[in-house]
Antibody, heavy 121, light 111 residues
Framework: QLQLQESGPGLVKPSETLSLTCTVSGGSISSSSYYWGWIRQPPGKGLEWIGSIYYSGSTYYNPSLKSRVTISVDTSKNQFSLKLSSVTAADTAVYYC?????????????WGQGTLVTVSS | QSALTQPRSVSGSPGQSVTISCTGTSSDVGGYNYVSWYQQHPGKAPKLMIYDVSKRPSGVPDRFSGSKSGNTASLTISGLQAEDEADYYCCSYAGSYTLGVFGGGTKLTVL
């Protein structure tokens, strides 16, 4: 059974860089059949797609976040990571990692449990 | 990139049917047959319920069905059960640059 687990600091200061890692177990991140993505959900609000990556390193980013987002993959550790720079309070959210079908399907079929990241001084 | 439009809330009694709409544009919902729906219970991760407009993943009850007409996709839940009470989100492919966009979410209350 595929499992995804987010990890990283739960508190980040304004203007700093948020860094999260998603560890995949029960399957290979190098599968040619899937992309891997990050989605966030501010408290009490809806879901927002952040971006996605293929094991080869090919990426797609939400245009509204593109200037601040970097997603990378480490196939040797079966992990992929998110970096979001220059954070503000508006970036406070539960961050989820997920597996998805390659575009254009965008079927998010496995999700991590999510991790709350608070931006505060 | 604007979020897809969903009603804030819908409700129904056990055994009844409810439909949740998801309205976009010809650049997303109307332009592609790649709409998915997710169920989210409080404090939990979203769960895939429908993909490719109307396909159900293994294990999802056939009480859940999806459809699309023009720029609006719909999720219908028939034979409502108490455990269906949750938030529901739609998601659509929106082209090679934007890629994906979610709806604002709909809270389903089972009366």
């Amino acid at each position: 059974q595929l499992q995804l687990q987010e990890s990283g600091p739960g508190l980040v200061k304004p203007s700093e860089t948020l860094s999260l890692t998603c560890t995949v177990s029960g399957g290979s991140i190098s599968s040619s059949s899937y992309y891997w993505g990050w989605i966030r959900q501010p408290p009490g609000k809806g879901l927002e797609w952040i971006g996605s990556i293929y094991y080869s390193g090919s990426t797609y980013y939400n245009p509204s976040l593109k200037s601040r987002v970097t997603i990378s993959v480490d196939t040797s550790k079966n992990q992929f990571s998110l970096k979001l720079s220059s954070v503000t309070a508006a970036d406070t959210a539960v961050y989820y990692c997920a597996r998805l079908d390659p575009p254009p399907n965008l079927r998010f079929d496995y999700w991590g449990q999510g991790t709350l990241v608070t931006v505060s001084s | 990139q604007s979020a897809l439009t969903q009603p804030r809330s819908v409700s129904g009694s056990p055994g009844q049917s409810v439909t949740i709409s998801c309205t976009g544009t010809s650049s997303d919902v109307g332009g592609y047959n790649y709409v998915s729906w997710y169920q989210q219970h409080p404090g939990k991760a979203p769960k895939l319920m429908i993909y490719d407009v109307s396909k159900r993943p293994s294990g999802v009850p056939d009480r859940f069905s999806g459809s699309k007409s023009g720029n609006t996709a719909s999720l219908t839940i028939s034979g409502l059960q108490a455990e269906d009470e949750a938030d529901y989100y739609c998601c659509s492919y929106a082209g090679s640059y934007t890629l994906g966009v979610f709806g604002g979410g709909t809270k389903l209350t089972v009366l």
